[in-house]
């Protein structure tokens, strides 16, 4: 009996998601945006932001042909010191990210781009909150500027059909 509600369950599960609309959504939504397939390599919450920031940059460039394209980012991060007190304690850091980024199109290399943002954050030593707060302000910071820079390098390339001016 119980074998026979898992059959059920099925076909009535799958019914139910096609006729929503069901869609992958790290393709996005093909029939008002252009289609753009995402892949991002990174770790950490610096990747998972600068995930969420891109598809919604990529999100806003509207339909410019019937054409798919893939985008794979490999990120970078890497913090250091930016400023010293007198006693040699850090005062300042900074956070500097780094996007390899290629658009592909039938497998056929479209662009492929290079890209970096530096920002920096107050180090408080007498209180390790406040730190933590301005590190994580900084890299929601950073990536946002990168998903931006990207985007509109990214829209710049479709709309000169791969010629980059």
């Given at each position: 009996?119980?074998?026979?509600?898992?059959?059920?369950?099925?076909?009535?599960?799958?019914?139910?998601?096609?006729?929503?609309?069901?869609?992958?959504m790290y393709c996005g939504d093909?029939?008002?945006?252009?289609?753009?397939?995402?892949?991002?390599?990174?770790?950490?919450?610096?990747?998972?932001?600068?995930?969420?920031?891109?598809?919604?940059?990529?999100?806003?460039?509207?339909?410019?042909?019937?054409?798919?394209y893939k985008l794979s980012l490999?990120?970078?991060?890497?913090?250091?010191?930016?400023?010293?007190?007198?006693?040699?304690?850090?005062?300042?850091?900074?956070?500097?990210?780094?996007?390899?980024?290629?658009?592909?199109?039938?497998?056929?290399?479209?662009?492929?781009?290079?890209?970096?943002?530096?920002?920096?954050?107050?180090?408080?030593?007498?209180?390790?909150?406040?730190?933590?707060?301005?590190?994580?302000?900084?890299?929601?910071?950073?990536?946002?500027?990168?998903?931006?820079?990207?985007?509109?390098?990214?829209?710049?390339?479709?709309?000169?059909?791969?010629?980059?001016?």
């Amino acid at each position: 009996m119980n074998q026979l509600k898992q059959i059920l369950i099925f076909p009535i599960l799958m019914l139910g998601m096609t006729s929503c609309g069901f869609s992958p959504m790290y393709c996005g939504d093909r029939s008002q945006t252009q289609a753009i397939c995402l892949t991002v390599k990174g770790d950490g919450f610096f990747a998972y932001k600068f995930r969420r920031e891109l598809e919604k940059q990529l999100a806003i460039i509207p339909r410019l042909n019937d054409q798919e394209y893939k985008l794979s980012l490999i990120l970078t991060e890497s913090k250091a010191a930016a400023t010293y007190a007198e006693d040699a304690t850090v005062t300042r850091s900074q956070i500097t990210v780094h996007a390899n980024y290629q658009i592909r199109h039938n497998d056929r290399a479209v662009g492929e781009f290079n890209n970096e943002v530096t920002t920096s954050y107050p180090v408080v030593a007498s209180d390790e909150f406040i730190t933590r707060n301005a590190d994580q302000a900084a890299i929601t910071r950073a990536a946002i500027a990168l998903a931006e820079d990207v985007a509109r390098d990214v829209n710049r390339l479709l709309r000169t059909e791969g010629k980059n001016p």
